[in-house]
C-alpha cells in the first residue's frame, strides 16, 4: 500500500516518534497565528492606512511614513 503524503508528513521523518505535527502543537500555532493574522486585517480593513503603519512600525521597524516617500531619483532608477 502506498504512503498517503499527509499521513507521512504528520508523522514527519524523526523515526515513527512523536513530532509537534502529530501531536497538535504545530495546529495550535497554526490557530493562534491564523487569529492574530485576522485581526491585524480586520483593522487594516477599519482603520486603514493609519493601521498599516503602525503595523510597519511594530514589525518592520518603519521609523514614520515619510520614509515610505520615493524620491524622483528613486522612481528614474527603477
Known amino acids: 500500500m502506498e504512503d498517503d503524503p499527509d499521513q507521512r508528513t504528520r508523522r514527519g521523518t524523526n523515526g515513527g516518534k512523536s513530532s509537534p505535527l502529530s501531536n497538535g502543537v504545530a495546529a495550535r500555532a497554526l490557530d493562534t497565528v491564523l487569529a492574530a493574522v485576522k485581526r ?39
Open 40 to 78: 491585524i486585517v480586520a483593522d487594516v480593513r477599519k482603520q486603514g492606512d493609519r493601521a498599516l503603519l503602525r503595523y510597519a512600525a511594530q514589525f518592520d521597524g518603519l521609523a514614520g511614513a515619510s520614509s515610505l516617500r520615493v524620491t524622483p531619483d528613486e522612481m528614474a532608477a527603477a
